[in-house]
């Protein structure tokens, strides 16, 4: 390593996966905010949470047109000062959110139609002159050189993209109603687990695989270890909505939703054999984006206030106005922080009185992802699409 160069830090990721979807979060000085560097992608936009291996900063991007997003890349930046390291490109159509593996950037990607001919008025489909390659893609983190490409992807569900990580291999979806796991680091496909329904959420502790199913009328939440041929336990839940359950410990706690038909409060079940523990009485008129877990308390915001719920045993742990409606689902907690996205700015709200203990100005409309190591974070926004390193 050069001289006075600052060694990788591998973010540790919250407690037993209780953050699975923001998971490139690591304990340490507090944020102030501070803008140091910024990036604009146009004419692409940043496409879905980024991932960082604590130096750098690793994030997708596409160009957004009629039938789709287009044309995708993947950008490394020095996570301090906003260097361009590489970027790639991917082909076809992005799956969100990135992850970072043991060395690897992973993106799912959509095989897609190059468009033949110009545009023709009155006409959106235009006949494929030859289909773009899809497949999750590993990415070596140091240079952007592709490893590794397999031929399964989540084409058809066409849904946020979510992978979990069980026994060396990186499980997603295979289709609509099946997951397949990618060993790590060659991408060899392993065995297809076929599902009853869509797996809309997923995420993954020790040898299980904890997913939602779409099997209306209920969502089914279920523990499966990959290895066996059914789910050790299944459970229906009054449950509509795309946020992940959180991992806290022996509890799995699902978020509170909101939907046109039915509305629901956190609750919990126990991991081992999803046994209900508790439920919050009362549930909200709205939900307002994703929960996170911040030591024993989970949050979330619900009815335009952050609202913390103790894991044990879900009595209320604090309640605080937000000063104006979340702009996305984006929701991380550290070191007493929740991080919220708000109009023109990441705003982080200080659990134990509720004043913006951090604030980054973006000037964008939503900020959909973000990072934190040591101090040193970069947020993603769109309209306008940027990249913007803070710390």
């Known amino acids: 390593m050069p001289a006075g160069e600052t060694p990788a830090i591998a973010p540790t990721r919250p407690a037993e996966g209780s953050q699975p979807r923001w998971r490139d979060l690591t304990h340490g000085v507090r944020p102030r905010g501070?803008?140091?560097?910024?990036?604009?992608?146009?004419?692409?936009?940043?496409?879905?949470?980024?991932?960082t291996d604590g130096r750098t900063v690793f994030v997708s991007a596409v160009r957004m047109e009629v039938e789709g997003p287009t044309d995708g890349e993947v950008f490394a930046f020095d996570l301090r000062d906003g260097t361009?390291?590489?970027?790639?490109?991917?082909?076809?159509?992005?799956?969100?959110?990135?992850?970072?593996?043991?060395?690897?950037?992973?993106?799912?990607t959509i095989p897609h139609c190059a468009r033949r001919g110009a545009d023709t008025p009155g006409v959106v489909q235009r006949g494929c002159m030859e289909p773009g390659p899809g497949g999750l893609v590993g990415l070596d983190a140091r240079d952007g050189t592709v490893r590794f490409r397999t031929a399964f992807t989540s084409e058809s569900l066409r849904a946020?993209?979510?992978?979990?990580?069980?026994?060396?291999?990186?499980?997603?979806?295979?289709?609509?109603?099946?997951?397949?796991?990618?060993?790590?680091?060659?991408?060899a496909p392993g065995a297809r687990l076929a599902m009853p329904g869509a797996v809309t959420t997923l995420t993954a502790i020790d040898h299980d695989l904890i997913y939602t199913l779409d099997a209306r009328p209920a969502t089914r939440l279920a523990a499966r270890s990959p290895s066996q041929p059914r789910a050790r336990w299944e459970k229906a839940l009054p449950y509509r909505g795309t946020c992940p359950v959180v991992v806290a410990g022996p509890l799995l706690v699902v978020p509170a939703f909101a939907s046109s038909g039915v509305t629901g409060a956190p609750r919990a079940v126990l991991r081992a054999t999803g046994a209900d523990a508790w439920s919050v009485p009362s549930p909200p008129h709205t939900v307002e984006g994703c929960g996170?877990?911040?030591?024993?308390?989970?949050?979330?915001?619900?009815?335009?206030?952050?609202?913390?719920?103790?894991?044990?045993?879900?009595r209320r742990r604090g309640r605080w106005a937000l000063p104006s409606p979340?702009?996305?689902?984006?929701?991380?907690?550290?070191?007493?922080?929740?991080?919220?996205?708000?109009?023109?700015?990441?705003?982080?709200?200080?659990?134990?009185?509720?004043?913006?203990?951090?604030?980054?100005?973006?000037?964008?409309?939503?900020?959909?992802?973000?990072?934190l190591c040591a101090g040193h974070g970069a947020v993603v926004t769109r309209d306008p699409g940027l990249v913007v390193g803070f710390d």
């Open 326 to 371: 979340p702009t996305s689902d984006l929701a991380a907690a550290l070191d007493g922080v929740f991080y919220v996205s708000l109009p023109r700015r990441l705003a982080g709200i200080d659990e134990a009185d509720g004043h913006m203990a951090v604030e980054v100005v973006t000037e964008a409309a939503a900020a959909e992802g973000m990072v």
């Open 160 to 187: 946020r993209w979510s992978g979990a990580l069980v026994d060396g291999a990186w499980w997603m979806h295979d289709g609509t109603v099946a997951l397949r796991g990618a060993r790590l680091p060659t991408g």
């Open 34 to 51: 501070q803008e140091r560097w910024r990036y604009d992608f146009t004419p692409r936009t940043p496409h879905g949470e980024p991932a």
């Open 84 to 108: 361009l390291r590489w970027h790639a490109a991917v082909g076809g159509l992005h799956g969100e959110p990135l992850a970072m593996v043991d060395g690897l950037v992973l993106v799912d």
């Open 292 to 314: 996170a877990l911040d030591g024993s308390v989970y949050w979330q915001v619900q009815d335009l206030e952050l609202q913390g719920f103790a894991v044990g045993d879900g």
